[in-house]
């Protein structure tokens, strides 16, 4: 009977054990083939949004361009990169997470940019503004501690969109400079069409 027990018992460890794996792969390719694409979508809508009223349709812009497969390995190759110098220590990762933290704007504004010259950009855009991103960051802590307080509903309304629209504003500083400095050409970060 104990045997049986037993043999029940890791039945159950196993399955259960087999379901979380399953769920995490799940979450993991739903995080990459749908959420990143949304990530950009969405930082394309705020980009758009500091000029003038955007589309909300903007937000699935990836998943019309043509380049969703360039724009989900660029975007997964930024997570791995960010996850691998993690590895090293916590510092080496948060400063590899700011210098490539402009990679979906930049994509947003050019989907087809090829992902060795967007991460390239990107670690450009960021050398002198790491420091000023932290600090950007840090200015949320505040809007987060409250947004806990609500059980997340503040950050649905309030704290998320108003995150976005600063790195959004954020981005379009450091743009500026790499057009002006010659870190980027205007053909790799064309803008966006008036329509």
Excluded: H
């Excluded at 694409?37 to 589309?55: H, I, M, Q, T, Y």
């Excluded at 975007?75 to 400063?95: H, N, Y």
């Excluded at 087809?112 to 002198?128: H, L, N, Y």
């Excluded at 949320?140 to 806990?148: E, V």
């Amino acid at each position: 009977m104990d045997f049986f027990t037993s043999t029940q018992f890791l039945m159950i460890v196993s399955a259960a054990i087999g379901i979380l794996m399953v769920l995490f792969i799940g979450f993991t390719l739903l995080k990459i083939f749908l959420g990143n694409p949304l990530l950009v979508g969405c930082s394309r809508f705020f980009l758009e949004n500091s000029d003038r009223k955007a589309r909300f349709g903007l937000v699935g812009t990836v998943f019309q361009s043509g380049n969703y497969l360039n724009v989900v390995l660029t975007m997964f190759l930024r997570k791995l990169f960010t996850v691998l110098w993690s590895l090293l220590l916590l510092i080496p990762g948060l400063v590899k997470s700011y210098s490539y933290s402009m990679i979906p704007y930049i994509l947003a504004e050019n989907p087809s940019i090829s992902r060795r010259r967007a991460f390239e950009i990107s670690r450009k855009m960021m050398d002198g503004q790491k420091l000023n991103a932290f600090f950007l960051d840090l200015s949320f802590i505040g809007w987060i501690i409250l947004s806990t307080l609500t059980c997340g509903v503040l950050d649905i309304f309030y704290v998320v969109p108003y995150q976005q629209a600063t790195w959004a504003e954020f981005y379009k500083v450091n743009r500026q400079q790499a057009l002006q400095n010659g870190t980027a050409t205007p053909e790799e970060l064309q803008g966006f069409p008036f329509y």
